[in-house]
């Protein structure tokens, strides 16, 4: 980890409102990325980060090891995405999947069937899964970066990236065919 | 050991994701040109990773979004006043914390003392009169006996 960034941590861990600040500003895209992962709705995603903020500047001093400060950041997101996903999931889980599409399905009453599709898809992937794709896809982030902040191993991250492609392929095949 | 086309999935999404090195990529790239499975799966890649970006590209959050979130923030987690904020600030500093815990300690140990009302003699002076106590030969009234004998 680059020095500049540990001192940032190491600094909102001690309560520095400005460094932690900082933060939000550099982090809080790829927080809305995982909570997006999970809940696949903007506004809940917003929220979910907001919150999750919130909780962390609280609690910051839990955080011993300043490299750890991204991990636990976005696990902390993570929980809330989850919080947020459980207490809307009264219905059937197919139900949840079609409501989590259908900010987009509203954009346009005319939205591709294949954005639907790949939603669909998406939102049938494991949590994890999902969180690394869109890290990848919203911020175009690096392995490197997106392994710091889920706290994965590259070959982990690599395994992930594949089976989650994989998946997607296999069920947009006849879509792509179409497309290819 | 795994062959590349053991793990094709990986490889091939970390192609997509120009995370190979030189070697790496061009031991893919002679595999798939192989292997038909593996290059069909490589297109079906290619593909669904525009579809991806494109699809994804719309749900990005706004420019806006980091300002909005630090302003929720600040909303939420009022700054402290000046005087708060300095004691804090002090608080943070290990000489400061150490002065605090001492004066809380010695705070404590004068409350003990009013409160079971025992002075601030030291250990060795109370020794040394525990030691003439019990050096003492006799109570009072035996040393009166014995005059009177005398």
Same mark, same amino acid.
């Given at each position: 980890?680059?020095?500049?960034?540990?001192?940032?941590? *190491?600094?909102?861990?001690?309560?520095?409102?400005?460094?932690?600040?900082?933060?939000?500003?550099? /982090?809080?895209?790829?927080?809305?990325?995982?909570?997006?992962?999970?809940?696949?709705?903007?506004?809940?995603?917003?929220?979910?980060?907001?919150?999750? #903020?919130?909780?962390? =500047?609280?609690?910051? =001093?839990?955080?011993?090891?300043?490299?750890?400060?991204?991990? =636990?950041?976005?696990?902390?997101?993570?929980?809330?995405?989850?919080?947020?996903?459980?207490?809307?999931?009264? !219905?059937?889980?197919?139900? +949840?999947?079609?409501?989590?599409?259908?900010? &987009?399905?509203?954009?346009?009453?005319?939205?591709?069937?294949?954005?639907?599709?790949?939603?669909? %898809?998406?939102?049938?992937?494991?949590?994890?899964?999902?969180?690394?794709?869109?890290?990848?896809?919203?911020?175009?982030?690096?392995?490197?970066?997106?392994? &710091?902040?889920?706290?994965?191993?590259?070959?982990?991250?690599?395994?992930? #990236?594949?089976?989650? @492609?994989?998946?997607?392929?296999?069920?947009?095949?006849?879509?792509?065919?179409?497309?290819? | 050991?795994? +062959?590349?086309?053991?793990?094709?999935?990986? =490889?091939?999404?970390?192609?997509?994701?120009?995370? #190979?090195?030189?070697?790496?990529?061009?031991?893919?790239?002679?595999?798939?040109?192989?292997?038909?499975?593996?290059?069909?799966? /490589?297109?079906?890649?290619? !593909?669904?990773?525009?579809?991806?970006?494109?699809?994804?590209?719309?749900?990005?959050?706004?420019?806006?979004?980091? $300002? *909005?979130? @630090?302003?929720?923030?600040?909303?939420?987690?009022?700054?402290?006043?000046?005087?708060?904020?300095?004691?804090?600030?002090?608080?943070?500093?290990?000489?400061?914390?150490?002065?605090?815990?001492?004066?809380?300690? !010695?705070?404590?140990?004068?409350?003990?003392?009013?409160?079971?009302?025992?002075? %601030?003699?030291?250990? *060795?002076?109370?020794?040394?009169?525990? $030691?003439?106590?019990?050096?003492?030969?006799?109570?009072?009234?035996?040393?009166?006996?014995?005059?009177?004998?005398?």
């Amino acid at each position: 980890m680059d020095p500049n960034e540990r001192e940032q941590y *190491r600094a909102a861990i001690h309560g520095e409102r400005d460094a932690f600040e900082m933060i939000i500003r550099t /982090h809080s895209r790829a927080l809305f990325a995982i909570a997006y992962g999970i809940l696949q709705n903007r506004e809940e995603a917003e929220d979910a980060v907001q919150d999750a #903020l919130v909780k962390a =500047w609280k609690t910051r =001093w839990r955080v011993h090891d300043p490299e750890k400060f991204p991990v =636990w950041l976005a696990t902390i997101a993570r929980h809330r995405a989850h919080d947020i996903f459980r207490k809307r999931r009264t !219905v059937p889980l197919s139900a +949840t999947i079609d409501e989590a599409i259908e900010p &987009n399905s509203a954009a346009g009453t005319d939205a591709p069937e294949l954005d639907q599709q790949l939603h669909s %898809a998406l939102a049938a992937l494991p949590e994890l899964h999902r969180a690394a794709l869109t890290l990848r896809y919203f911020e175009e982030m690096d392995y490197r970066s997106i392994e &710091n902040i889920l706290g994965l191993s590259n070959g982990a991250l690599r395994g992930i #990236l594949g089976r989650a @492609l994989a998946s997607m392929r296999k069920q947009l095949r006849p879509a792509l065919a179409s497309l290819d | 050991m795994a +062959t590349i086309h053991d793990e094709i999935d990986s =490889w091939l999404a970390a192609d997509i994701h120009g995370e #190979l090195s030189e070697d790496e990529r061009s031991a893919l790239h002679a595999h798939i040109v192989d292997c038909a499975a593996c290059r069909k799966a /490589h297109q079906e890649n290619k !593909v669904m990773n525009k579809m991806l970006e494109e699809t994804l590209a719309q749900e990005k959050p706004d420019p806006a979004f980091e $300002q *909005r979130m @630090l302003s929720g923030f600040r909303n939420r987690i009022p700054e402290r006043s000046g005087l708060v904020k300095l004691l804090v600030d002090l608080m943070r500093l290990r000489a400061v914390q150490i002065t605090a815990v001492t004066a809380i300690l !010695v705070g404590l140990v004068q409350m003990g003392r009013m409160i079971t009302g025992e002075n %601030a003699t030291p250990l *060795r002076d109370r020794e040394r009169y525990a $030691q003439v106590e019990v050096a003492a030969p006799q109570p009072p009234e035996s040393r009166r006996s014995s005059g009177r004998s005398g």
